[in-house]
Antibody, heavy 121, light 107 residues
C-alpha cells in the first residue's frame, strides 16, 4: 500500500525559505520516484518537480528552477522540498506524491496529506 | 508546455445521472493521461491511469477513454459520494501538467 506523512503547516515572511518533509512508509522507498505538487487556495494543481528515491536524480519544472531543491534521505525514507525567495503567490498546499511507473505507464498513486504554507508579512 | 483544457469547468447533476467530462490536450500525448478526484479539503485520489485503466479500489462506474488529444472521464450513475472536483493530468512530456479542473455539484 504505502503512506506518505508530511510535516506541519508553515508561516513564512516574503523572501524567506521553507522546507517541507515527506516520510514514506509501507513500501520500499528506493523503488519509487516522489513528486511535489502544489495547490494555491481555491486553485488547481501544479507540478513542481520530482526526485528519484533510488539515486536522488531530480527534475524540476522550469517555473521553479533555481528556486527549489528536492532531496531525499533513503536511510529514513524521507523526501524534502525546499523553496526559496518566497512570495505571496507561493501560498498554498504542498503535496508529496508517489509516482508509480510501470513500463512507461505513470500515475500519482499515493498522496501525502498536504502541508499548508502561508507567505505573509 | 502541453496545455490540458477540461470541459465543462463546472457541472450540476443529479444522483443516478450519467456524466462525461472532457480533457483536450494541446498536442498528442498518446494514452499518457490520468484522472483524479478531489473532494473539498481532501487530497486528490487517483481514479484512472493510462487513459482507461481503472485504479485498484475505484468503483467500476468510473471509466476513461481516449488517446491522442481527446479524452473523457465518464461516471455511469452518479452516487452522492462522487460530487467533487476532477482533474486530468498528462505524463507525455515535461513539465507534467494538469487540467484546470471540473467541479461536479449536486443539482
Amino acid at each position: 500500500q504505502g503512506h506518505l506523512v508530511q510535516s506541519g503547516g508553515e508561516v513564512k515572511s516574503p523572501g524567506a525559505s521553507v522546507k517541507v518533509s515527506c516520510k514514506a512508509s509501507g513500501y520500499t522507498f528506493t523503488y519509487y520516484t516522489l513528486s511535489w505538487v502544489r495547490q494555491a487556495p481555491r486553485q488547481g494543481l501544479e507540478w513542481m518537480g520530482w526526485i528519484s528515491g533510488y539515486n536522488s536524480d531530480a527534475k524540476y519544472a522550469q517555473k521553479f528552477q533555481g528556486r527549489v531543491t528536492m532531496t531525499t534521505d533513503a536511510s529514513t525514507s524521507t523526501a524534502y522540498m525546499e523553496l526559496r525567495s518566497l512570495g505571496s503567490d507561493d501560498t498554498g498546499v504542498y503535496y508529496c506524491v508517489r509516482v508509480v511507473d510501470a513500463a512507461m505507464v505513470m500515475a500519482f498513486d499515493i498522496w501525502g496529506q498536504g502541508t499548508m504554507v502561508t507567505v505573509s508579512s | 508546455a502541453i496545455q490540458l483544457t477540461q470541459s465543462p469547468s463546472s457541472l450540476s447533476a443529479s444522483v443516478g445521472d450519467r456524466v462525461t467530462i472532457t480533457c483536450r490536450s494541446s498536442q498528442g500525448i498518446s494514452r499518457a493521461l490520468a484522472w483524479y478526484q478531489q473532494k473539498p479539503g481532501k487530497t486528490p485520489k487517483l481514479l484512472i491511469y493510462d487513459a482507461s485503466s481503472l485504479q485498484s479500489g475505484v468503483p467500476s462506474r468510473f471509466s476513461g477513454s481516449g488517446s491522442g488529444t481527446d479524452f473523457t472521464l465518464t461516471i455511469s450513475s452518479l452516487q452522492p459520494e462522487d460530487f467533487a472536483t476532477f482533474y486530468c493530468q498528462q505524463f507525455h512530456s515535461f513539465p507534467l501538467t494538469f487540467g484546470g479542473g471540473t467541479n461536479l455539484e449536486i443539482k
